[in-house]
């Protein structure tokens, strides 16, 4: 207990998993926490004088799944084993803790997601601005970036680390600024010093600065990755040999999104609904590094006509080249986790049948080398080619090392092949030959004394020994000895069997210590294989995702989009990707050509009846650019994307937003952010902005955003959908602003959604049809429908008072600015009337009087 307590002492806000013989147990607090979480039993224990204490364990080969359940419970597990082997010491072994697991920090098979990377995440702030780093030790990719405070909260929400650690004075303001669903870890100042972050970063990758990495005008990004290798050190994880390099994310590299435009457009889901996203309906990959890369992509599109049209060419030439994508596909398929596998290298903690894995996979890599190209072949698929290495020595190297078909631990059964080390073939010799001869004994003690049922068994106590059942007790000979007495049994020994058994048990401990020798020299020499096995996985990843973008394409009718530098996005016959494919039985979905430039149709003003599929229409817009932009083909017959810098989407007064403010300040400030953030290559959605406050301050912040939209520099690309049809007055106004509707048709009492996008704009909404839809009472139905034709009616033919208005056309809406018309138009009549040239004061204050009368 005392050894327990000092060493808790060094982890305290950790649980520890204390190794004691086959338990590993937990004490005081750690084990009423624990025995909630794993449903385990609490005992009590007294140990003479000490003070009864908690107890709960469990045995420790239970380890894996116990931990895992602790981890995903969110807590920190601190890991300790016994450091010598209990048979040659006297008295308490020494123990420590070998491994301290932390969500963030997790390499267990458990507790790691095969399409999602693990990352943990280090933050720094000074002055404004953010560094991050992010880090998977599972499959040794380490990324650091920095940029401003939305940047950071961009990436965190795209890359959702598992864990994140920062310095221990910005707990709170990191809280306020990214919210509180990250598992947060604080650390003390001095580690976030830039010099410490700088050496420790160079000791570990063996080199003299970061130039090398592009990295070196970064300084909270080498500061956050610093942190996090200094948090590796601190949790007992030395073995790092598999990371071996660290990447840039340019912050200006890629197409921005906000993360309102992630959520809003469904990129990833959320992690609890699972559900229909867009990852989920591009993800047709076969491994999960090719599902990993393509999570990423997916928030990280490019924006460099370049790299997207290598993307695309590639995935053109595997739709056409159906043996090629066959070969890799089934290639990559047999290769497992390359990444994660080699991750378990440095650490030792590969076992057999995972190294034989890692071998197959580089047959795989070979036969992805080796395939042969049609005719032309693909410029960027010979690079990527080119870039594998199947490495022959070192197949040749393990298949000559371990048998076929190895156990998954050593001394479970033979792992070295026979042939490999002599020594350890003659052993195997002697305790093959000896446990036959067992055989032999027993079948000649057998005949000698005529017990039939004799047997020759193995236990953990005495080792082997003879069993005679009672009824053949009598015939036992005198020269044995006897061990044991069970029910219906005897059990003896023999000196000729103890000799053998001496033979057979030497002979299997020199074995397993000669496979572990043998084992450790195979696992010693894959260390030098650590970088081209990582970049054969990573290469295999973008082959695996651009064949599975072929796949897709050959499956689901996608196109070839056109990327190309002018501003004009001319989608034909575009479809929403994810829609299309969750209809209900015997519906098709309807596509619809869309055009948006500059000049002539820079902002479009959608209306139509609600559940006509506006926001369907806007959504597929923006996720077909999007797509265009990952390198994969569209839902579309045709399309020319513009490169574009940025998309926003905003989705008026939408729900299960947090954070204390009202859901309508939150679209103020999500749209302001828009708005202060276009340019020329913008994309901009807007679906119902306004409709979170009264109709009036609604249609007046709507019709402004519009305004000023069109008179951004940039002309920005809009698609607007509203409900409120007043816009469509800014088309006659504004050049480049139209209008169009979705169509519908109705026949008698029902609505038919024709879901067509055709010019101009639609008259009323259908807000009572889905009403009735959704099964509101009837009497309701019936006095919405008198409101709605009293309301009608009143203001059919009023003109429509709106500011530089050219002429009164008559409206068949209710509009905000005709509430006091008449008053206004009297009001109006008099200022009209007045001379102010010739206006005396006590006049001017007269007329005043007369106008407030009006009012009353
Ligand atoms: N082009 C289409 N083809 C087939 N079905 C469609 C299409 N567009 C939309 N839908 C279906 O109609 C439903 C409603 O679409 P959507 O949410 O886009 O309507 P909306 O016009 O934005 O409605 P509201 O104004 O009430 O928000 C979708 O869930 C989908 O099932």
């Known amino acids: 207990m005392q050894q327990h307590r000092a060493i808790k002492a060094r982890f305290p806000d950790a649980i520890l998993l204390f190794r004691v013989g ?3 147990e937990t004490f005081g607090e750690d084990a009423i926490v624990a025995s909630k979480v794993l449903g385990i039993t609490l005992t009590k224990r007294n140990n003479g004088a000490a003070a009864s204490a908690e107890l709960a364990g469990f045995p420790h080969h239970a380890l894996d799944t116990y931990l895992h359940k602790l981890v995903k419970a969110g807590h920190r597990v ?40 693990n990352f943990l995440a280090g933050f720094h702030a000074d002055g404004g601005r953010v560094g991050l780093a992010f880090l998977d030790i599972s499959t040794g990719e380490f990324f650091v970036t920095e940029g401003d405070a939305d940047y950071a909260d961009r990436l965190l929400q795209s890359l959702r680390p598992a864990e994140v650690v920062f310095r221990k004075d910005l707990q709170r303001s990191f809280k306020e600024t990214f919210g509180d669903r990250f598992y947060t870890y604080p650390l003390d100042a001095w580690i976030f010093e830039e010099q ?46 598999h990371l071996v390099s660290i990447q840039r994310i340019a912050p200006d590299g890629h197409l921005w999104m906000d993360k309102f435009t992630i959520r809003n457009l469904e990129l990833l ?39 997207i049209d290598r993307r695309l060419d590639l995935v053109e030439y595997l739709v056409r080249d159906t043996d090629v994508r066959k070969t890799f596909r089934e290639a990559i398929a047999s290769c497992g986790d390359i990444e994660r596998l080699v991750s378990k290298l440095p650490a030792r ?80 010799g002697i305790a093959g030959a000896g446990k036959e001869y067992l055989l032999r004994l027993q079948q000649q003690e057998s005949e000698a004394t005529g017990i039939s049922s004799l047997k020759v068994s193995f236990n953990n106590v005495f080792g082997y020994y003879l069993e005679v059942t009672n009824a053949h007790k009598g015939k036992v000979p005198p020269t044995w000895i006897r061990k044991q007495t069970l029910t219906g049994a005897e059990r003896y020994i ?95 979905y309807i596509a619809n050509d869309l055009l948006l430039d500059p000049t002539t149709q820079q902002v479009i003003i959608l209306t139509g009846p609600n559940m006509s599929g506006k926001s369907a229409l806007l959504r597929q817009t923006a996720l077909i650019t999007l797509m265009a932009h990952l390198g994969s083909f569209v839902p579309a017959t045709a399309a020319r994307v513009p490169l574009t810098d940025k998309i926003f989407t905003r989705v008026g007064a939408s729900d299960n937003l947090s954070g204390g403010e009202s859901t309508f300040m939150v679209e103020m400030n999500e749209t302001a952010s828009i708005l ?14 306004g409709r979170g406050t009264a109709t009036y301050d609604g249609i007046s912040i709507a019709w402004s955003i519009v305004e000023y939209l069109q008179r951004h520099p940039g002309r920005p690309k809009t698609f607007f959908a509203t409900h409120y049809h007043e816009l469509n007055e800014l088309e006659e106004r504004l050049e480049g602003v139209r209008n169009f509707h979705i169509t519908h048709k109705e026949v008698g009492q029902k609505v038919i959604f024709l879901r067509k996008l055709a010019p101009g704009g639609s008259t009323h909404s259908f807000g009572i049809h889905v009403a009735k839809m959704a099964g509101m009472p009837p009497s309701l139905l019936e006095r919405a429908e008198e409101l709605l034709a009293e309301m009608e009616g009143k203001h059919l033919g009023t003109p429509v008072d709106m500011p530089g208005r050219k002429n009164g056309t008559p409206q068949l809406q209710l509009s905000i600015f005709d509430a006091h018309s008449e008053t206004f138009a009297e009001i109006r009549r008099v200022l009209n009337a007045v001379d102010i040239n010739n206006l005396t004061p006590v006049e001017a204050l007269l007329k ?7 009012l009353k």
């Open 22 to 24: 086959d338990f590993y």
């Open 78 to 117: 601190a890991v300790c084993d016994q450091l010598e082997d209990p048979k040659t010491v006297k008295g308490i072994v020494k123990r420590g803790v070998t491994e301290m697991v932390t969500p963030g920090v997790a390499t267990n098979d458990k507790l790691l997601e095969g399409g999602s990377n």
């Open 196 to 241: 410490y972050a700088r050496e420790s970063l160079a000791r570990h990758f063996e080199t003299r600065g970061l130039k090398g990495f592009g990295i070196d005008d970064m300084p909270l990004a080498i500061i956050s990755a610093g942190a996090v290798l200094h948090y590796l050190r601190e949790t007992e994880h030395p073995h790092l040999g």
């Open 269 to 307: 889901g959320s992690n609890v609904e699972g559900g229909h996203h867009l990852l989920a309906t591009l993800n047709n990959t076969v491994s999960p590094m090719g599902a990993r890369l393509l999570r990423r992509w997916t928030v990280m599109p490019l924006k460099d006509k370049a790299s």
């Open 349 to 428: 903690k590969i076992n057999p049948r995972e190294v034989l894995q890692l071998c197959a996979g580089l047959g795989a890599v070979g036969r992805v080398r080796e395939a042969k190209l049609g005719a032309g072949g693909d410029p960027y698929l010979a690079e990527l080619c080119a870039g594998l290495d199947p490495s022959p020595a070192l197949r040749d190297r393990i298949t000559r090392a371990l048998v076929d078909h190895p156990s998954v631990q050593l001394g479970k059964g033979p792992v070295i092949r026979e042939g490999v080390d002599a020594a350890l073939d003659d052993l195997r």
């Open 494 to 588: 023999t000196p000729e069997l103890k000799e053998y058994e001496e033979k057979i048990m030497g002979a299997e401990e020199k074995i397993l210590a000669l496979e572990t020798r043998l084992y450790d020299e195979l696992l010693e020499h894959l260390q030098g294989f650590i970088a081209p096995l990582q970049r054969n996985g990573h290469l295999l990843a973008i082959l695996d995702v651009l064949a599975g973008f072929a796949e897709n394409a050959l499956r689901y009718h996608y196109k070839k989009p056109e990327v190309h530098e002018g501003t004009e996005l001319d989608i034909r016959e575009g479809r929403h990707p994810v829609m299309e494919r969750h209809l209900p039985p015997g519906e098709s």
């Open 676 to 689: 202060n953030n276009l340019t020329a290559r913008s994309l901009v959605l807007l679906d119902e902005i």
């Open 848 to 854: 005043l009087s007369e106008i407030k009368n009006l």
